[in-house]
């Protein structure tokens, strides 16, 4: 990379980029489109990453610039860090610049500010992903020292973390990472009183990631699954009790939902390890979809009233809806098993009753596809891109079916939903 040398000429630069990024957020067009350009000169530059990282976790700093400056800094971890990057780029960041951004960056996931946070996040999972362990052998002692302190920013700034890095976690590190994280994510699912249901969640959704990756390592390696055997019966126990709460401080239906979709990972990928505590599970799945079609029918087919759905840490909604596809999901992950089979099969008829019932149409509907046919096809074409619960509920009903026993079996519930 093209360095510079002297204290006044690298700070010269600094002030340079921190003029750069202002034209960048100016209103005026020309000067915007000279700041875009110029920026790019200066990317190239040993100490481009270094100032970004600086302006980044400057807490005194316009928030603008810091905005920037970590979005931006995102941007060149990608492209920079690393020759074996498909998006690389050259010239690759030097080991002096790695290391003052490697050691300046966790400072930032205790931001207050969210979308600061996030980027610090995104680009420390990045930079994860090709210098731990061996050039950050310390990074998973930081985060976990962030998991366990009482600042409710710096706990999700590293779960944020671990979520980004566990999506792109090598064969490699999994073996090392697996035993160190899995023990905290069990610790902060099941404290519910000192952990907020988001982060709970996302402790779910790493579970899950980390239980699909030790799955498809043991297509190769058998030997890769026994990573996760020593978690399994904690985690599917308290599994099994989070459906059991009631909707509320400590759970509602973004977190089942996300325990719905771990459970049917481990029905799929863990079948033998699953089998005994298949009775235990069932209860509280069905129990959830049995009481869940009352919430469903009053809030969205008959639209009596309003569902407050809950939000995740990024603004995204949780809709009730998404945990009607989990619980479908589940029961489809036990259609696909040939071990779970059976279970679908002996309560078919009361299995079908609900499904059914989630079927069912709006007074919207009746009125708009008795009028327009077309859009009726439109709206229940299987590629529809407004994918449904009717829809979900439909491809349910035929992945369970078994020829006319099943179509009986359809006939015989429609007669007594309208007798």
Known sequence: MASSTGGDVSRSLKDVLLETLSGILSPDHNLRVSAEEQVKALEVTEEFGVHLAEFTVDHNGPLAIRQLASVLLKQYVEVHWSVHSEKFRPPETTDQAKAAIRQMLPAGLKESISKVRSSVAYAISAIAHWDWPEAWPDLFQQ???????????????????????????????????????????????????????????????????????????????????????????????????????????????????????????????????????????????????????????????????????????????????????????????????????????????????????YMQITEEQVHLWTNSPDQFVEDEDEDTFSYSVRISAQDLLLAGRRGIDVIIACISCTRSLTA
């Open 143 to 357: 985060l976990m020292q962030a998991l366990t302190s009482t600042d409710q920013n710096a706990v999700h700034g590293a779960m944020r973390v671990l979520t980004e890095f566990t999506r792109e976690v090598t064969d490699i590190q999994m073996p090392q990472m697996a035993p160190v994280i899995l023990p905290e994510m069990y610790k902060i699912f099941t404290r519910a009183e000192a952990y907020s249901i988001r982060t709970r969640s996302r402790a779910v959704v790493i579970f899950t990631t980390c239980a699909n990756m030790i799955s498809a390592m043991g297509d190769l390696d058998k030997g890769a699954r026994a990573l996760l055997h020593p978690f399994l019966p904690q985690f599917i126990e308290a599994f099994v009790h989070s459906l059991q709460v009631p909707d509320g401080v400590a759970s509602d239906s973004g977190i089942k939902m996300e325990v719905l979709k771990a459970v049917t990972t481990l029905v799929k990928n863990y079948p033998k390890q699953m089998a005994p505590y298949m009775s235990s599970i069932l209860q509280p799945v069905w129990t959830t979809l049995t009481e869940s079609v009352t919430i469903y029918v009053r809030t969205v087919v008959n639209n009596v009233e309003e569902m407050d759905d809950p939000a995740d840490s990024d603004g995204e909604v949780l809709g009730f809806e998404n945990l009607v596809f989990s619980i479908f999901e589940f029961v489809h992950g036990l259609i696909e098993t040939p071990k779970f089979r059976k279970i679908v099969r002996k309560s078919m008829d009361h299995l079908l009753y609900y499904v059914i019932l």
